[in-house]
Nanobody, 122 residues
C-alpha cells in the first residue's frame, strides 16, 4: 500500500505561481522506482494528465502546461513537486498526485492522493 499526501494548493491570481508537493509513505517499494504524476480534474470535466516524471527522470507534459509547469522529484524526500507559473483561470481544478508501482511480477498498480484544490482568479 502507498499513501500519498498532496499540499500546496490554494487561491492565486492569474499570472501567479504555486508549487504543489506530494509525499509518499507506507510503501515497501522504493520511491526511486515509482513513476509519479500530476493529474487534474475541473468541474464537469474528466481527469486529465498534467505531467509525469518517470523513475529515470524523464518527463512528459500536457500541451496546455508546457513551458509553464515543471515537475520534479527528490527521491531522498519521497516527494514529487509541480511548480506552476503563469497560472491561468483554466488551470483551476483539483490536482491529484499519482504513483505507479510495478511489482516483482511486472504488474503495475496506481495509487492516488486525495487531491488539492487550485483556484486561479481572473
Amino acid at each position: 500500500q502507498v499513501q500519498l499526501v498532496e499540499s500546496g494548493g490554494g487561491l492565486v491570481q492569474a499570472g501567479g505561481s504555486l508549487r504543489l508537493s506530494c509525499t509518499t509513505s507506507g510503501s515497501t517499494f522504493s520511491f526511486n522506482a515509482m513513476g509519479m504524476g500530476w493529474y487534474r480534474q475541473a468541474p464537469g470535466k474528466q481527469r486529465e494528465l498534467v505531467a509525469v516524471i518517470r523513475s529515470v527522470g524523464s518527463t512528459t507534459y500536457a500541451d496546455s502546461v508546457k513551458g509553464r509547469f515543471t515537475i520534479s522529484r527528490v527521491n531522498a524526500k519521497n516527494t514529487v513537486y509541480l511548480q506552476m507559473n503563469s497560472l491561468k483561470p483554466e488551470d483551476t481544478a483539483v490536482y491529484y498526485c499519482k504513483a505507479e508501482v510495478v511489482n516483482a511480477l511486472g504488474y503495475p498498480r496506481d495509487y492516488w492522493g486525495q487531491g488539492t484544490q487550485v483556484t486561479v482568479s481572473s
